[in-house]
Each structure stands twice: as C-alpha cells, then as structure tokens.
C-alpha cells in the first residue's frame, strides 16, 4: 500500500492544473443566464485537466489498467455533460443527464462488483429512495421516470465506490477512501441541482454544487492512480 504522504508527493504537481483551472471557474464566476462557448470552455477546463493527470501517467498505464481507461472515459462524458448544462435553459438538460448517466455505468464498472458489501448496498438504496420520495411531489411528465432512472445509477455508482472501503481489512488503500469519498461527494452535488431545480431554491446552491462536483472528479480520478493494486486485491477475493 501506497502511504498518502507518498502519492502527494507524486501526484500533487500533476493536479496542479487541476486546482488552477478550477480557481478560473470561481474567480470569472460567468453568470450562467448568458450561455456561452467560452463559459462552457471554463467549466469544462478542470475536468480537461483530470484528462490530463491521468493521460501524465503514460499510455501503458492506461492501456494495462481497465479501471483507469473507465474512469477516463467517465471524464470525457463528464465534459460534454457539463458542456450540455450551461445551455439547460435551452432544452438540453436532458441531454447532460444522459451523459452523466453514462458516467456513472463507467465509473460503477471501474469500482467492480467485489466485494458485494449488501449493507452497503442497502443504506445506499434507503438513502436514493428517500430523495427519489423528496422530488417526486416536484416531478411531471418524463422528469418522473429520467429522474428515478439517475437516482437509481448514481446510487448503484454510490455503493459500488462505497462496497470498496474496508477499513477493517489488510487490503484497504487510500484511493479506496478516494473513490468513496469521490462518489458521495458527486451524489450530494447532484441531489443540491434537483433539489434546486425541480423542488426550490437553495441558497448558493452553485457554490455548493461546483465545489462538490469538482471535488468529486478529482479523488474518483486520483482513486485510479493505485487501480493495479486494486484489481490484484480483486483477483484475491
């Protein structure tokens, strides 16, 4: 196992452009009532960057790590479903829903099915189905059945991430804690967008969602720098 004090050390001067891009989005804070490609290109850009950081570590990283070619993937349909977001008014928020679906199947496969971890599995669908029961009184037409579709991947992506995290275990490693730490985050930023759009108003809402979001790419994204430890722990069980 890889100590954390180890990967900051090698990891952290690749997330630099990460961490600047990300200080453009909130410094320009672009309102989001005029959509544009240059807004789009600042939103996007931290996520660019994750490309970047995971790309940094060679091609046969990628080409011998599945679970890193995933998570990428989930990256570059992470950036089309942001680019989609910023004109939502437009009528094509359904579109970015769709490509965070995606997201979400890949990231899901990426964390695996071992261990099952029902329990896990269990708080993860009383907690998407106590949302699902919050939006729902909010919810017409075809949002009704997108919306509990999304709950139910995003949630499936939860407890895979979440199913990972044995702290009790010889096997448990620090990007374990990453991904789970990643997926809740990305859970919270997207239950504060439907809270926000379908049921009412919540205070600095995207604030709290971009913070999040952006946190939650970044560790699911750094989960993958130690993905060949994982898959061997895999292997095992």
Same mark, same amino acid.
Not at 73 to 89: M, N, R
Not at 208 to 236: G, N
């Given at each position: ?54 790309? *940094? ?62 329990? *896990? ?117």
């Amino acid at each position: 196992m890889v100590s954390p004090v180890t990967v900051v050390k090698s990891e952290g001067p690749k997330l630099v452009p990460f961490f600047k891009a990300t200080c453009v989005y909130f410094v320009l804070w672009l309102p989001t009532s005029s959509p544009s490609w240059f807004s789009a290109l600042i939103k996007c850009l931290p996520i660019f960057c994750l490309w970047v950081f995971l790309l *940094a570590h060679g091609f046969s990283f990628l080409g011998a790590h599945s679970s890193a070619r995933k998570i990428l993937a989930g990256l570059i349909f992470s950036a089309l479903g942001d680019a989609f977001l910023i004109w939502q008014e437009q009528g094509y928020f359904v579109h970015g829903l769709l490509m965070f679906a995606i997201t979400h199947i890949l990231y899901s496969s990426a964390f695996g099915m071992k261990p099952l971890n029902v329990r *896990a599995g269990l708080v993860i669908t009383a907690v998407s189905s106590l949302s699902y029961m919050l939006l729902y009184p909010y919810l017409s037409g075809p949002f009704t059945y997108l919306v509990a579709v999304y709950i139910a991947l995003i949630g499936f992506m939860g407890w895979r991430a979440i199913a990972g995290l044995q702290l009790t275990n010889d096997l448990w490693t620090w990007t374990k804690l990453s991904a789970c730490l990643g997926a809740v985050l990305f859970m919270v930023s997207d239950l504060t967008i439907a809270v926000n759009k379908f049921c009412f108003p919540v205070p600095h809402s995207r604030a709290i969602i971009m913070a999040t979001y952006y946190a939650a790419q970044m560790l699911i994204a750094l989960s993958a720098v130690e993905c060949q430890d994982v898959e061997v722990a895999r292997k095992r069980t």
